[in-house]
């Protein structure tokens, strides 16, 4: 009879078995016919229970952790029992928030293309109904299965899904790999403890979700401290157990302990959302890893033995001749599994069909590590090591880690001496900056494409245009504009996409670029072009490994940060903040990087640090120095950096003793360089200044009629004074346009050079000063009258403002040039000070004339000295400085004007007599309160601020100042000298004698050596050592 009863057992399990498997077969085809699509990862979220323990949790951080999760596991199936409450009630939450903002209006089902994720209702005893309108939509698939209990069928279903496989590279290839499936514990109850149990009997990887409460806290603080499981039961479940309960209840948890190699624990209040695409990618790898050291489960799933092609293998096994394989990685064992020959051709043809596949990505992983989602990335290179075909097939798992942002696999792989394929160039620029579908010109666009089209629409087509990937089945091609007629546009045109990023880099720093063919098989070159990708794609942790990579890391790093802080002001112009803040804190980042590496070489090495910041190079087409750059793009740190300073120094005494006193006795022993410092020539220059000054000074006091004039002491300072202007004047026009200047100057084109020659406030003084001696010339010489008071009114006034420029003698004085910037900076103040008064001293003004003088005609009569719009302003404006005319305001005031009509209307300069009207009055003392109380306080409060803000970075911005004055004075000289040697200037260019030559030996192994030393200077601030 026993023996009986035991058969009939074992039949009727055999049974049981037969009929889940056939049931999780059935809903799996079920699925699949819906979304159409095999999964590439599978999350099955269990823990609807019924709460006696009122605990909130952070439901939130679980939703936002399982989508962001999905979204990096590629097709993403989420299982759920689909109750009204509870886990499955936040996870729909969820799925609904992620339909909502990925796909905004649009409509889009659970099977189409672009939604990657897929909600899928497995079981539960009160299931969600849904409406009409959602089951028009379609977004959530609620499978159908057999009669047998719920929970029993999803542990079922869950096997039944791990057994299956799928294309880790490609939905088209035959590579197969099992499907990675994650349970999920949320909450959850003593049957969900169960059911974690069960899985991991199966072999299947769990994820606990610590700070949900219930089952998943009390597994969490089981796996750290088995000893207090009956307190953190009684608390977390608040039910009352009996001794089975409770007996069930260990020995779960003793079996989950012994399994804990395939639980990972996601805490819910201390991390971040983004850390569980990790915990689960390493929890699956770890349970294949380890799979064979498990033991086997009593039960085991039946594979599939419905074949759908390019989908579910057959499971054949065959094995290869393969002598170099080494036979230990799971991709390698996988591939075996599916009847591949791993042949370098093969794995070659294999990454082909991998890159041509579309797949969504996370551009931006806050936290990656080797087993984070996706999992091709990690099974592709154990493919790649262990066969030992990086080098060949690298560049296309490289490309996909670019694009994926995914920045360990890319510094993996150029260790390992991985290089980029520029071929891919078009294709990367594409796919990671162009805008697809973007409608130029017709609608507000804002992203980086749209940006770089206001800068140069051409370059910027060109760079982001539409790229196709064409494989030998694809029937859809699309013509580059390079491309000839008749010909399928393919990946040979990266020298013209590459030109047109550096073309475009120039655009925005306003450069003349240099047209220098792009090699092949330059490998700086790659790098180089890499990094400007970076740089567009705003990819911070890319940029900052292909800096690494690169040569020249100082004026590199400068130039990254001017394009940063360029494309950052472009955004912001379009009301686009978010981007133009994170383009800023980028261009930050590498300017600190460059401050960094100045820091620690002019510690270790002070000589070769200085003379780093001399060096010429050229970064895409931009020829400079850094010391150049960053005072030709106003980077105000990097200009007052010690390193820059003493570059300075070393400049303004031309290599001389840095003192005053030694310097004054070079005179004798090194007169050359003496006469030849900056130094020399800003001293000499200024007391021809002076003397200049006190010439003209004199002509303008005694001189400009024609009675004095016949002194022929007269006549020389005259002279003397537009010989000086002359020569002063070309000078200006040289520093204005760089034609004759030396050192590193950058390739600028003119209207750049303009642009930031008219920013400096003192050569805007200075052009004041020449176009009002000009016109002073011009009056005096060609409009000639007996007293010359125009004459003299515009000398005196040219001499004003030449006493003004003589002031800029002190800005390279450490005391007072602080306080010359504050009095530019207050200037500015005072100017945005004056827009404002100007409207209010108008509108006060025209109130008073129009009742103190009522119907006034001849407002613009007679002479321009005597219209009425000077009367208009006349007593507001003084009215700011506390003269309030209150006499003239009141009527009271009858004396040397009339009454009569005819007669003030006749002559205007005949004063109308005002009349008496006591809302002037009023309006007066309501127009003083407001100026004199609020406008003049605001503008004292401006001063103040500004005084403040100047006093703060008083030093720095006195040095960046101070370079102004040096550079200049390189190549000045002093006027009216200069136009003695005007002519040798210009025949006698200083770029063929004054620079140095780069043919010699000493120099060119100097300039190598600080290249080295930049990029171990780069290495060490980076931590990368």
């Known amino acids: 009879m026993s023996k009986n009863t035991s058969t009939a057992s074992k039949s009727q399990n055999t049974q049981n078995i037969s009929d889940a498997t056939t049931d999780a077969e059935k809903t799996w085809d079920d699925i699949l016919d819906v979304v159409k699509s095999t999964p590439t990862m599978v999350f099955s979220v269990i823990g609807d229970s019924d709460s006696f323990v009122p605990r909130p949790w952070p439901k939130t951080v679980f939703q936002t952790a399982l989508i962001e999760a999905a979204k990096s596991g590629g097709e993403t199936w989420i299982l759920y029992r689909g109750n009204k409450q509870g886990v499955s009630k936040v996870v729909t939450d969820a799925y609904k928030h992620y339909g909502n903002m990925e796909f905004k209006t649009e409509h889009k089902d659970i099977g189409h293309q672009d939604r990657h994720i897929k909600l899928v209702s497995i079981v539960g005893k009160e299931t969600i109904q849904l409406s009409a309108e959602e089951r028009k939509k379609a977004y959530i698939h609620k499978a159908i299965h057999g009669k047998g209990d719920g929970s029993k069928f999803l542990i079922s279903f869950e096997s039944f899904v791990s057994e299956q496989e799928v294309s880790f590279f490609s939905q088209k290839m035959e590579s197969k790999m099992p499907i990675p499936i994650a349970i999920i514990l949320c909450e959850g109850d003593i049957d969900d403890i169960a059911h974690v149990n069960e899985a991991l009997q199966r072999k299947l990887p769990v994820i606990v979700m610590k700070g949900s409460g219930k089952a998943a806290d009390l597994v969490s603080a089981y796996l750290e401290n088995p000893n207090d499981l009956r307190k953190k039961a009684s608390v977390l479940f608040g039910i009352r157990f009996d001794g089975e309960q409770y007996t069930e209840l260990i020995q779960h948890m003793q079996s989950i302990k012994e399994k804990s190699d395939l639980v990972g624990v996601f805490d819910l209040h201390n991390n971040d959302p983004l850390m569980l695409s990790n915990v689960v990618g390493e929890a699956v790898v770890s349970c294949w890893s380890i799979e064979k050291l498990l033991p086997d489960p009593e039960v085991k799933p039946v594979k599939n033995k419905k074949e759908k092609p390019g989908t579910v293998s057959t499971g054949k096994e065959k094995t290869t001749d393969n002598q170099t394989i080494k036979d230990i990685s799971l991709a390698w064992n996988f591939l075996r599994k599916n009847s591949i020959s791993p042949t370098e051709q093969t794995i070659y043809e294999l990454l082909e069909g991998f890159k041509k596949d579309i797949r969504p990505y996370v551009l931006n992983p806050k936290f990656s590590a080797p087993t984070s989602l996706p999992l091709y990335f990690f099974f592709g290179y154990q493919l790649f090591q262990e066969s030992e075909s990086l080098e060949r097939c690298g560049p296309i798992l490289l490309l996909e880690a670019l694009k994926a942002n995914r920045c360990d696999y890319v510094r993996v792989l150029l260790d390992q001496g991985v290089s980029f394929d520029m071929n891919y160039l078009p294709e990367l620029y594409a796919q990671t900056v162009s805008c697809e579908g973007c409608e130029f010109k017709k609608h507000d666009c804002l992203h980086m494409q749209w940006i770089l089209k206001q800068i140069n629409e051409k370059h910027a087509e060109r760079l982001c245009h539409v790229y196709i990937c064409v494989n030998d089945n694809s029937n859809a091609t699309e013509k580059h504009p390079d491309c000839k007629d008749g010909h399928k546009m393919t990946i040979n045109f990266y020298k013209s996409v590459a030109q047109a990023a550096r073309l475009l880099c120039c655009e925005i720093l306003r450069y003349q670029g240099k047209n220098d063919d792009i090699e092949d098989d330059d490998t700086d070159e790659r790098i180089s072009d890499l990094l400007l990708w970076t740089i567009f794609a705003n990819r911070k942790k890319l940029a900052e490994i292909f800096w690494l990579k690169s040569k020249n890391h100082l004026l590199t790093g400068l130039i990254c940060a001017a394009i940063l802080q360029k494309l950052s002001k472009k955004a912001d112009n379009v009301k686009e903040q978010i981007l133009s803040n994170e383009l800023e804190n980028h261009s930050k980042l590498f300017e600190q990087r460059c401050i960094s590496i100045m820091d620690i070489m002019f510690e270790e090495d002070t000589r070769n640090a200085i003379d780093l910041m001399d060096d010429e190079a050229t970064i895409w087409g931009i020829h400079s120095s850094p010391l150049t750059f960053a005072y030709e793009n106003f980077m105000y740190d990097v200009v007052a950096h010690t390193c820059s300073q003493k570059n300075m120094n070393k400049q303004w005494y031309n290599t001389l003793a840095p003192d005053l006193k030694p310097f004054m006795m070079s005179a004798i022993s090194k007169p050359k360089l003496f006469f030849t410092a900056p130094l020399t020539k800003y001293v000499f220059n200024y007391m021809m200044f002076f003397t200049m000054l006190v010439m003209y000074s004199a002509f303008v006091l005694t001189s400009i009629s024609t009675k004095y004039y016949v002194l022929d002491i007269a006549r020389v300072f005259e002279y003397y004074v537009y010989f000086w202007g002359a020569g002063d004047f070309i000078e200006e026009l040289i520093s204005c346009f760089g034609c004759l200047e030396t050192r590193g100057r950058s390739h ?243 770029g063929i004698c004054c620079l140095k030559d780069d043919n010699d030996s000493r120099y060119h192994l100097l300039k190598e050596y600080r290249q080295n030393f930049q990029e171990v200077t780069a290495l060490k601030i980076l931590d990368k050592l």
């Not at 300069?909 to 407001?930: G, H, K, M």
């Open 748 to 990: 600028r084109n003119w209207w750049s050079r303009m642009k930031r020659y008219l920013y400096d406030f003192w050569n805007l003084v200075d052009l004041l000063s020449y176009a009002l001696l000009i016109a002073a010339l011009f009056v005096r010489h060609f409009y000639i009258d007996e007293t010359f008071t125009i004459a003299r009114r515009m000398f005196a006034l040219s001499l004003l403002v030449m006493y003004l420029r003589f002031l800029e003698v002190f800005l390279i004085h450490r005391k007072m040039g602080p306080t010359l910037i504050m009095i530019k900076e207050m200037l500015k103040d005072l100017l945005g000070f004056l827009i404002l008064a100007v409207f209010v001293v108008l509108g006060v003004g025209i109130y008073y004339h129009a009742n103190i003088w009522p119907d006034h005609q001849t407002i613009w009569n007679g002479d321009w000295t005597n219209w009425r719009i000077w009367t208009i302003i006349y007593y507001p404006y003084w009215q700011l400085y506390a003269e309030l005319n209150l006499e003239s305001l009141d009527g009271s005031d009858q004396s040397d004007c009339t009454n009569i009509t005819s007669i003030w209307e006749a002559d205007p300069s005949i004063n109308r007599c005002p009349q008496e009207d006591w809302t002037v009055q009023a309006v007066a003392a309501i127009y003083l309160l407001f100026s004199n109380l609020l406008l003049v306080n605001l503008v004292i409060a401006m001063f103040s601020y500004t005084f403040e803000r100047v006093q703060e970075n008083s030093e720095k911005l006195w040095r960046f100042e101070r370079y102004t004055v040096i550079n200049d004075y390189d190549w000045r000289i002093p006027s009216p000298i200069n136009l003695i040697f005007l002519p040798y200037r210009f025949i006698v260019r200083p």
